[in-house]
């Protein structure tokens, strides 16, 4: 009596929103809260006292904040990959406009900084903002480049397996 072994592969995408936690644990969640948290620290040294420039600093700041939030929600739903269009060259157009924004606060508000200590505090979190936002583009370049799936999109793989397998079998769930 022959043995026979049989080998199957699942692989499961859930196409509706699932709650992803994992993500908050990978260095792009890490870099998004870390910018939500630097966004909101900046826009509200900008409004502590007015200062030349900081209608540009609360908007740059507050725009930001919220658009990175919405991002971590996509993500952390899952739905980023279920919305069309090309959402890696978007993310990453997204983290070089908001780079090269919180640089000019930043200048802006260090050259400014003899008037205000909230000014200085100003700068001091927008050149933060501007090196998370920096590091983020790279990662979302080297992703985009790379031709990646989302960070987001995540598949379960399990395989199950009777006895070493002769012959192989794989099914896809969508």
């Known amino acids: 009596m022959a043995d026979t072994y049989e080998r199957t592969t699942v692989t499961q995408t859930s196409s509706g929103p699932s709650l992803h936690l994992e993500y908050l644990k990978s260095p792009a969640g890490i870099l998004k809260i870390i910018e939500i948290v630097l966004s909101l620290i900046t826009f509200i040294c900008s409004i502590v006292h007015p200062w030349y420039g900081h209608g540009w600093a609360e908007f740059v700041s507050i725009t930001a904040f919220i658009t990175t939030l919405i991002y971590l929600i996509f993500h952390l739903l899952n739905l980023i990959r279920n919305f069309p269009g090309p959402w890696l060259l978007i993310e990453f157009i997204y983290y070089v406009v908001f780079a090269v924004f919180f640089l000019i606060v930043a200048i802006i508000a260090a050259a400014k900084v ?31 480049r790379a031709g990646e799936a989302s960070l987001a999109s995540r598949s379960a793989t399990t395989t199950a397996a009777s006895s070493p397998s002769t012959i192989e079998h794989s099914r896809a769930t969508y």
């Open 114 to 144: 003899f008037s205000l200590a909230s000014v200085g505090a100003t700068a001091f979190f927008a050149f933060a903002a501007t090196a998370v936002y920096t590091v983020d583009t790279v990662f979302q370049f080297r992703v985009w």
